[in-house]
């Protein structure tokens, strides 16, 4: 159970994440909608498929975007289960207090900064830690 953040701090990150949710949620929908709609016009006037390589790139980026919005959504719905569970604002690789400056900035952050951009540059994490 970390204690770097008040209760008050908490409160204001649960209302952030709540928001942050709301709006990707919504940002999904919207995008799911016209993913359907823009589908629904390509059966209609391409039916004949000459454009099909067209077609596969356009679904590709289709389904990157809908992959981000869900892993944001997976992302901060696991950041209100920490929030929950008492272990929220820890970092799940060294178990540093996570910044409140961070986390206010990136409320589902799971990392502290030197753990997250030692895995997005794809370094293992050193023995020593
Ligand atoms: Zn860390």
Do not use: F
């Not at 709006?23 to 359907?36: N, P």
């Not at 992959?67 to 569970?85: K, P, T």
């Amino acid at each position: 159970m970390n204690k770097h953040l008040s209760s008050q701090d908490r409160a204001a990150l649960q209302v952030a994440l709540a928001m942050r949710r709301e709006q990707l949620e919504t940002q999904r929908h919207q995008h799911l909608a016209g993913q359907t709609r823009a589908e629904h016009a390509r059966e209609v006037l391409l039916q004949d498929g000459d454009d099909a390589p067209q077609r596969d790139a356009d679904r590709e980026l289709d389904l990157a975007i809908a992959d981000r919005e869900v892993l944001g959504l997976a992302a901060i719905d696991a950041a209100l289960q920490r929030l929950s569970s008492g272990h929220y604002g820890l970092c799940a690789d060294c178990e540093a207090a996570i910044p409140l400056a961070r986390l206010q900035l990136e409320p589902q952050a799971l990392r502290c900064v030197a753990c997250e951009s030692r895995r997005e540059r794809g370094q293992p994490r050193p023995a020593s830690l």
